[in-house]
T-cell receptor
Framework: KAGVTQTPRYLIKTRGQQVTLSCSPI?????VSWYQQTPGQGLQFLFE???????NKGNFPGRFSGRQFSNSRSEMNVSTLELGDSALYLCASKTGFDTEAFFGQGTRLTVV | GQNIDQPTEMTATEGAIVQINCTYQTSGFNGLFWYQQHAGEAPTFLSYNVLDGLEEKGRFSSFLSRSKGYSYLLLKELQMKDSASYLCAVNAGNNRKLIWGLGTSLGVNP
């Protein structure tokens, strides 16, 4: 079956702009989580959605937001981009709360 | 607070055995995951320990001691392709939030 799909794979944006990233989970997976990964900070949890509801939230500013649709697809939005937002953004889906997460290939965001 | 510690880097020789440790302090504990991440790729699931003890899966084994807040990943018969980052993550609290370590970068030398 198809894996987790993230689009786009690469993105270059200018400071102050906003960006929307998309994630299509594995069919049947209702939980979608988003992470930011940078060399110095490792995997930083952004938020988790389950059946269109935000279940968990990390310690990121309000510029980072997300949502999940009825088909479990999820989007995350970052407004007023800063240079420090340059990172690999990973999406992961899973069937339930205590099961393994399957990661997408990520979106590499560069803010210039 | 929530904290997970792993060594930053390790090196080993092809064919050898290596143990990657992970210690954790979290509010509540439901289980511990190990993931492997090759450079430029997505993390992939290796193991999930809920109860104390050793779980073996081919060349990889994972151990958990809940009383000590400690886990390790054991890699046997190391191969060059095992060069990767190994991430430890704890499933913590009633809300099942995943707390991640910074990862251990393992280099395997011929």
């Amino acid at each position: 079956k198809a894996g987790v799909t993230q689009t786009p794979r690469y993105l270059i944006k200018t400071r102050g702009q906003q960006v929307t990233l998309s994630c299509s989970p594995i069919s049947g997976h209702r939980s979608v989580s988003w992470y930011q990964q940078t060399p110095g900070q490792g995997l930083q949890f952004l938020f988790e959605y389950f059946s269109e509801t935000q279940r968990n939230k990390g310690n990121f500013p309000g510029r980072f937001s997300g949502r999940q649709f009825s088909n479990s697809r999820s989007e995350m939005n970052v407004s007023t981009l800063e240079l420090g937002d340059s990172a690999l953004y990973l999406c992961a889906s899973k069937t339930g709360f205590d099961t393994e997460a399957f990661f997408g290939q990520g979106t590499r965001l560069t803010v210039v | 607070g929530q904290n997970i510690d792993q060594p930053t880097e390790m090196t080993a020789t092809e064919g050898a055995i290596v143990q990657i440790n992970c210690t954790y302090q979290t509010s509540g504990f439901n289980g511990l995951f190990w993931y492997q991440q090759h450079a430029g790729e997505a993390p992939t699931f290796l193991s999930y320990n809920v109860l104390d003890g050793l779980e073996e899966k081919g060349r990889f084994s994972s151990f958990l001691s809940r009383s000590k807040g400690y886990s390790y990943l054991l890699l046997k018969e190391l191969q060059m392709k095992d060069s990767a980052s190994y991430l430890c993550a704890v499933n913590a609290g009633n809300n099942r939030k995943l707390i991640w370590g910074l990862g251990t970068s393992l280099g395997v030398n011929p």
